[in-house]
């Protein structure tokens, strides 16, 4: 309760949480480590995600007064399979691992038919949609997509042109309930930097991030939002969103312990 988006269903969530819960079956640097009963219960989640991989939603920006199957949904569902086959692989559960690979392909597919559009040479809001949205950038974190691929070279380039506004991003171009977008969401522009990084781009990405860095307040904080006319604050402040954006921003253009031996 508290506002209207409890009444939404918002099908990338089983994704997000099997994301974060992934690395604690891989990264050993950890001190307490997931084993086989921790995946099972995970499945779970899963076959939630395989169940609603084609369903309409409210979508990732909770939108009240449309339904659709958003791209970036599908998206997190295909990453909550995905996730499941390596984390099986991992534990040498090769039945599970093929199993969940076999539906993490399944999506895979229907994205790619689904979700590009000839006419706009991008992946689009959603499947059988024209108009784009910021959230297809999620591609490239999640690894669905190799950065060489031109779709999604061509995606970033699209998004840039249609929703960029200087080093700010809208995230998406069609009007919603309150209208046409006005102010930039951070986010959406933190994933255009880890994009233009990963296609290559890096000296694009780390002038977008510099600048995006001045829009923060004394004490280094930052809001849900920024006016591209202004650069004054919008919306929740401070947004832990933008902060995760700041963070994996410099993360993702720093140079590698490698390169400083």
Not at 10 to 23: E, K, N, S
Not at 198 to 225: C, F, K, P, Q
Request: hydrophobic fraction near 40%; include cysteine.
């Amino acid at each position: 309760m508290g506002n209207q988006a409890h009444e939404h269903f918002q099908h990338d969530t089983y994704g997000h949480v099997i994301l974060g819960a992934a690395p604690a079956f891989f990264d050993q640097r950890l001190q307490m480590t997931a084993g086989e009963h921790a995946f099972r219960l995970l499945e779970d989640l899963g076959e939630q995600a395989w169940a609603l991989h084609d369903q309409p939603d409210a979508g990732i920006w909770e939108l009240r007064s449309r339904a659709r199957i958003h791209t970036s949904s599908s998206l997190m569902c295909w990453a909550a399979c995905d996730r499941l086959a390596r984390i099986a692989a991992r534990l040498g559960l090769r039945d599970r691992a093929g199993y969940w690979r076999g539906r993490a392909d399944v999506i895979h597919r229907k994205i790619l038919e689904g979700a590009w559009s000839e006419e706009r040479q991008a992946f689009v809001e959603s499947f059988g949609g024209r108009t784009l949205d910021a959230s297809v950038l999620l591609m490239g974190e999640v690894n669905f997509l190799p950065p060489t691929d031109p779709r999604f070279g061509a995606t970033v380039d699209a998004l840039s042109r249609t929703l960029g506004r200087g080093p700010h991003m809208l995230r998406y171009e069609e009007a919603d309930d309150f209208g046409v977008p006005e102010v930039g969401f951070n986010i959406c522009a933190f994933w255009r930097v880890d994009a233009l990084a990963r296609i290559g781009r890096v000296e694009e990405a780390r002038e977008y991030y510099e600048e995006l860095l001045g829009a923060r307040n004394g004490l280094g904080l930052m809001s849900e939002d920024t006016s591209f006319e202004t650069n004054a604050g919008w919306g929740n402040f401070p947004q832990t969103y933008s902060m995760v954006g700041i963070i994996n921003g410099a993360m993702r253009l720093s140079r590698s312990w490698e390169s400083q031996l």
